[in-house]
């Protein structure tokens, strides 16, 4: 049973800790981070330009990460989809997705996509922080540890790296 409670705190360390990047990671924080009503006349106005624009970047990507944050998944992954096909090869968008299958239990592609966004992006935090965080998640804490001590090599925004790596060091002695 204490596993059980360390699993369920660990899990709600991981989804607190991934949400608040998302919002830092957008630069959306004053848009999303407002109370339920805010959010709900954010996201008509949002739905309001989708529906003027459907194929345009913009929307999408902002409904992409306000359905994400709001736990409608796949919704978001429909609107990161488009975002990309707006803006091949995006990296907030990819983000974005590699995070909704995470949230979805898709652990596979999301390593997928973060292993790649890393390769590519490599001077980029988000990817190797996300991909750190889902292998804390799935307790593969050498592969996290690896994931995240090569983001401080390659990245001046080493900070939540090393919060992340301290962190994974006491979870794991």
Same mark, same amino acid.
């Given at each position: ?98 995070? #909704? !299958?995470?949230? %979805? =239990? ?5 390593? /997928?996509? $973060? @292993?790649?966004?890393?390769? *590519?992006? +490599? &001077?980029?935090?988000? #990817? !190797?922080?996300? %991909? =750190? ?5 799935? /307790?593969? $804490? @050498?592969?996290?540890?690896? *994931?995240? +001590? &090569? ?23």
């Amino acid at each position: 049973m204490e596993e059980t409670m360390k699993d369920k705190v660990n899990l709600l360390h991981f989804l607190l800790i991934l949400a608040f990047s998302l919002i830092g990671a957008l630069g959306q924080s004053n848009l999303y981070a407002e109370n339920l009503n805010s959010t709900q006349k954010h996201r008509e106005l949002l739905v309001e330009e989708y529906n003027r624009t459907p194929n345009e970047y913009e929307p999408n990507i902002k409904l992409g990460y306000l359905y994400l944050v709001t736990g409608k998944y796949e919704n978001s992954l429909f609107h990161y989809r488009l975002a990309l096909k707006a803006r091949s090869g995006d990296y907030s968008a990819m983000l974005g997705i590699g995070d #909704a !299958y995470s949230f %979805l =239990g898709k652990y596979r592609k999301s390593i /997928k996509i $973060y @292993s790649y966004l890393r390769k *590519v992006h +490599s &001077e980029k935090m988000w #990817a !190797y922080l996300h %991909l =750190g965080r889902l292998y804390l998640y799935l /307790k593969d $804490y @050498s592969r996290a540890l690896s *994931v995240i +001590s &090569e983001g401080i090599l390659n990245c001046q925004n080493q900070d939540e790296l090393i919060r992340l790596q301290v962190y994974i060091n006491k979870v794991q002695n």
